[in-house]
């Protein structure tokens, strides 16, 4: 069993950076996709970025393309979303989460382990 644990969380000046970490635990990390997804309060669950086992393969969505980078490190199970350019709109709590196989994918209904989460906030 696969155990996801994000950190790096926390609040920030619109315009400021924050990498968010994902630690696995378990086995059968490296060979599947990871993602990252948000929610802001009173909002669904939306697809942030997504990597392929190897790393060679990202997908972002539009409202972070440019901004924020996906990247993952097999030999230590964790991935990493590095957020620059931070907005308010980009409060929520972010979550991290492995996917179905090692395709990369946006929905939510193609991950199957996720974490609890960690709070992001960016003030005016």
């Known amino acids: 069993q696969v155990h996801l644990v994000e950190s790096g969380g926390g609040l920030v000046q619109a315009g400021g950076s924050l990498r968010l970490s994902c630690a696995a635990s378990g086995r059968t990390f490296s060979s599947y996709a990871m993602g990252w997804f948000r929610q802001a309060p009173g909002k669904e669950r939306e697809f942030v970025a997504a990597?392929?086992?190897?790393?060679?393969?990202?997908y972002y969505a539009g409202s972070v393309k440019g901004r924020f980078t996906i990247s993952r490190d097999n030999a230590k199970n964790t991935v990493y979303l590095q957020m620059n350019s931070l907005k308010p709109e980009d409060t929520a709590v972010y979550y991290c989460?492995?996917?179905?196989?090692?395709?990369?994918?946006?929905?939510?209904?193609?991950?199957?382990?996720w974490g609890q989460g960690t709070q992001v906030t960016v003030s005016s």
């Open positions: 990597i392929s086992w190897t790393g060679g393969n990202t």
């Open positions: 989460a492995r996917g179905h196989t090692n395709v990369v994918r946006t929905t939510f209904d193609e991950y199957d382990i």
